[in-house]
């Protein structure tokens, strides 16, 4: 409760997110990531109640987003085309036996995700 959920490297991080993986027997994959143009950006200072700002000027520098395994299908479109063109090709004569799926994915609509930011923090110019 001391760093308010931050940690020190992104090593540091990874290792956390495995260790929640392995206590939920659920995993977390890689799903997008933003980096910051920080060429004509300044630094940030944030005077919120909500901020974790203790007077020191940072930098955000990548954000990182994992979903979890059982998020949404992002092939489902693909599956979809997939099964009416068989379909289609098989409308005439049908030899093979299709094998009928109950549950044609893994994915439950899950929302569950992890959010992490990289952050550059400036110590020499504490406000």
């Given amino acids: 409760a001391d760093n308010l959920g931050y940690v020190n ?4 991080a990874l290792k956390l ?11 977390f994959s890689f799903f997008k ?6 060429g004509g950006r300044c630094m940030r200072y944030l005077r919120s109640k909500n901020s974790f700002f203790t007077g020191v000027p940072f930098l955000i520098l ?13 092939t489902a479109g693909e599956k979809r085309k997939r099964k009416y063109a068989e379909e ?3 409308k005439d004569f049908v030899f093979k036996k299709i094998r009928f799926l109950v549950q044609d994915t893994r ?13 550059l ?6 406000v």
């Fill in 9 to 12: 490297s992104v090593d540091e």
């Fill in 17 to 27: 997110i495995a260790e929640f993986e392995i206590g939920l027997t659920t995993k």
């Fill in 33 to 38: 990531a933003k980096s910051q143009n920080t």
């Fill in 62 to 74: 990548r954000r990182k987003v994992f979903n979890c395994q059982h998020s949404i299908d992002r």
């Fill in 88 to 90: 289609a090709r098989n």
């Fill in 107 to 119: 994915k439950f609509d899950c929302k569950a995700q992890i959010k992490m930011r990289e952050i």
């Fill in 121 to 126: 923090f400036f110590s020499e110019n504490k």
